[in-house]
């Protein structure tokens, strides 16, 4: 009996490719709400982060203009979000990474490709 039960156990865990921890379609309450658009306060960027499939991802980083920008790059990884996008007109890539989400602020890290880095607190802005 121990045996089918270890069996099915990891057959379980191979179909799902890891041990379940929770709904997919749900992010884990710690991170809940970073979902969301949050605004630069320093550039008026807009950046859309939505959760899908077990992971949170950037969709958009949109200027005040209403320029999209290119994304580079975006991982979720240990709960901490890293994004890249490139702005055409500057020549350079900025990056992100999240550090603490709130109700109504994200703090992030942020760097470009110049070496420029400084600390930025986003504002949710589709309350």
């Known amino acids: 009996m121990k045996k089918v039960r270890l069996a099915l156990l990891l057959a379980c865990a191979l179909v799902s490719g890891c041990i379940h921890r929770g709904p ?7 991170y809940a709400l970073m979902a ?9 960027d807009r950046h859309t982060i939505r959760w899908y499939q077990g992971r949170f991802y950037v ?8 320029e999209k920008y290119a994304l580079s790059s975006v991982q979720w990884k240990d709960g901490i979000l890293r994004w890249g996008y490139h702005i ?26 110049e070496g420029h880095t400084r600390d930025e607190i986003l504002r949710r802005v589709d309350q």
């Open 36 to 44: 969301g658009t949050w605004e630069s306060p320093v550039t008026q």
């Open 88 to 113: 055409p007109q500057q020549r350079y890539v900025m990056m992100l990474r999240t550090r603490a989400v709130t109700r109504r602020t994200l703090e992030c890290y942020w760097s470009d490709s």
């Open 24 to 30: 997919r379609d749900v992010p884990p309450p710690e």
């Open 59 to 66: 969709t958009q980083v949109e200027s005040s203009g209403g």
